[in-house]
């Protein structure tokens, strides 16, 4: 494994990294299957967890948490995360970045997971309804508690992250050190145009989610959707991610990925892993083998040659 300081903290992430969105709790129910992922996952050097209280509606949380505390990971070998925003019930104050929701949500969060603090809690969305001020200052309350080593934001646009950056810098408050956006080879402009360009300027590090594009970029939709794929259990991102133009592009990976004797996947994780402005890219697994084939992606060199061919294939 290859460890990356998340933007310019101190805080050092593994390459690749486990999260829990549509996974344990919905696709993976079985505690046992989510223990060997993660026995398997820090046997190989994952130290970084990625996790929400929204997740299959804490279940992925429970989940996590007994497997760590089943496998007795000491805590300090590990960077474990959770996010806010989502509503998590029907109840008005169940949901968004007031400091209400902030501060009783960690609590929460910290319950289901067995642990005293997590080590990075991010705002899983903007709030609309909510001033910045009190959402800033709620997050630095949490870290300057204990209850969370550091905050970030995910899936925000690059002003609003200029913007609480720069009122936390301006207050004496603790500032944002991680954004989490949807990034791969096939969904580059947000990144690249818009969020890089701030939080590379602010040592604000990335960890990037659907890296695989939900599997699509894996190859294995090349024949259609097969019974166990994440798309046959998650039709809604089918018509996003399940398109005649992506496939293509696929198709025209193949090639690329055989000549350098390596999967797609791998070569897509290998892809994003040579972005400077990425800490850690979160996968999801379903299965031991899943995360075997991920994490091998940090040794895969790519060529100046090799850049240049997935830019014209994805042309």
Known sequence: MKYRRLGTSGLKVSAVSLGAWTTYGQTVEEQQTVHDILARAIELGVNFLDNADVYARGKAEVMVGQALADLDVPRHHV????????????????RGLSRKHILESIDNSLERLGMDYVDIYFAHRYDT???IEETVEAFS??????????WGTSMW?????????????ASGLVAPVVEQPRYSLLDRESVEKHIAPVTLGKGIGLVVFS???????????????????????????????LTDVNAKKVKALAPIADGLGISRAQLALA???????????ITGATKVSQIEENVA????????ETLAAIEDALA
């Open 129 to 131: 309804e909510t001033p």
């Open 211 to 241: 890296p695989l594009a939900q599997g699509m970029l894996t190859g294995k939709y090349d024949g259609g959707i097969p019974e166990d794929s994440r798309l046959a259990h998650l039709p809604q991102f089918k018509d996003s991610v």
């Open 157 to 169: 646009t690059a002003a609003q992250i200029a913007e609480a950056h720069t009122y936390a810098k």
């Open 79 to 94: 960077v474990v995360s959770s996010k806010v925003y989502w509503p998590m019930s029907d109840v008005i104050t169940d």
């Open 297 to 304: 992606a940090v040794d895969v060199e790519l060529s100046s």
């Open 271 to 281: 892809w994003l892993l040579h972005q400077s402005a990425v800490s850690s890219v």
């Open 141 to 150: 309350d949490v870290v300057r508690s204990g209850r969370a080593h550091y």
